[in-house]
């Protein structure tokens, strides 16, 4: 059976739809935007890889003078250590003896292995986990407005970094946050509040880990932070457009897919359903942007079906069988929803990558 993938060399009008493709020289120039602007406000930069999932990805960031990569997942962790990683950040409550098993393997071979913990049964768990052997460095998570996770006050934070630190097994490295957009005087003020009573406990705090792209470029708005974690950025997409973040012309992932269907003058379906935009609105009222078809509106999706309502597109309607290609309003979901993504420079295919790390969830 012929391969589904295309070959370097491949144009788009021979590739099968729906398809994610991503554009070399973007991906490249929003890389090289993020780091020298990190690198000028003397920011450690740890790009989380959820938005690609992809180690030749994550090694480009690296070769640029990222410090290390930022992983959700225990499983997503092991995938790029697996693929030589040794500086790696898991920022969530690693919780339950199967996982604190695969971590502490994952431990025992990257050399700069970090979790997070807001609460004393995380600490604890780890500490249990670790106990006899090479601790473990913690970073504790804190709630600056994103109201996810993370303990609730400077208060909170110093009381579990003391624990952290009157604990065997873990060791305390400093604290991390998530914020809210456009949430950076909330993160210096809880920062350096929290700072203050660490210093007055003796406690060193060597990291203060920010993080998000919507606020990526607001970094410097947070002195008291040492590094900054990002993951859309690589890629960019809707959403990060309506932040004022990028334009649409930083965007470097589209998908690819074709009109399947013209059942009225006023209505299109595309090949790309739910299983290859994903149903993230973000704020939004529809599922993406149709590069070749301003004003239309991706107005519902199906499995494998995308209606889009022509009624308002400035124009003439497309063909069947014309392909187009689509914004996403959240392109690190497409990522986990595809095994492999295609690259290319100028509608011709440069190399196809497999999402090593699709699926990582545990």
């Given amino acids: 059976m012929t391969s589904p993938w295309p070959k370097p060399g491949t144009p788009f009008s021979d590739i099968l739809t729906p398809m994610p493709v991503i554009d070399e020289d973007r991906v490249v120039a929003n890389i090289a935007r993020a780091q020298a602007y990190m690198t000028k406000h003397g920011k450690n930069f740890r790009p989380h890889i959820k938005t690609h999932k992809i180690p030749a990805v994550a090694q480009q960031q690296l070769d640029e003078g990222a410090v290390g990569i930022n992983c959700q997942k225990v499983t997503e962790a092991e995938v790029f250590a697996d693929a030589g990683f ?3 950040l898991i920022t969530y409550n690693v919780l339950g003896a199967p996982r604190l098993a695969r971590l502490k393997a994952l431990h025992a071979r990257v ?13 604890d768990g780890l500490a249990a986990a670790f106990a006899g052997g090479l601790p473990i460095a913690v970073l504790v998570e804190c709630d600056t407005g994103g109201a996810r996770c993370g303990v609730q006050s400077p208060a909170d934070a110093a009381a579990l970094a003391k624990h952290i630190a009157q604990t065997g097994g873990v060791r305390f490295d400093g604290l991390l946050t998530y914020p809210s957009v456009d949430g950076a005087s909330k993160v210096e003020t809880f920062m350096k509040d929290t700072l203050d009573l660490l210093s007055e406990a003796g406690i060193d705090c060597p990291v203060r880990s920010n993080g998000g792209s919507p606020d990526l470029f607001s970094a410097h708005l947070v002195p008291s932070a040492t590094e900054h ?11 990060m457009v309506r932040a004022g973040e990028c334009t649409v012309d930083d965007i470097a992932m589209h998908v690819l897919a074709t009109v399947v269907s013209r059942p009225t003058p006023t209505r299109a379906v595309l090949d790309a359903g739910s299983k290859a935009l994903t149903s993230d609105l973000l704020g939004f009222t529809d599922h993406g942007e149709i590069v070749e078809l301003p004003g239309a509106r991706i107005v519902s999706l199906s499995e494998e079906h995308a209606v889009v309502d022509l009624s308002h597109c400035a124009v003439a309607a497309p063909a069947v069988g014309a392909q187009v290609r689509v914004i996403p309003n959240h392109t690190c979901v497409v990522s986990n929803l595809f095994d492999r993504v295609v690259f290319h420079r100028s509608g011709v295919v440069t190399r196809v990558e497999a999402v090593a790390a699709r699926g990582t969830v545990w």
Wanted: no cysteine; proline share 4%; aromatic share 8%.
């Fill in 86 to 88: 040794d500086d790696i």
């Fill in 111 to 123: 050399p700069k292995l970090t979790v997070v913990a807001d609460s004393t049964v995380t600490v």
């Fill in 229 to 239: 974690r990002a993951g859309t950025y690589v890629y960019s997409d809707r959403s």
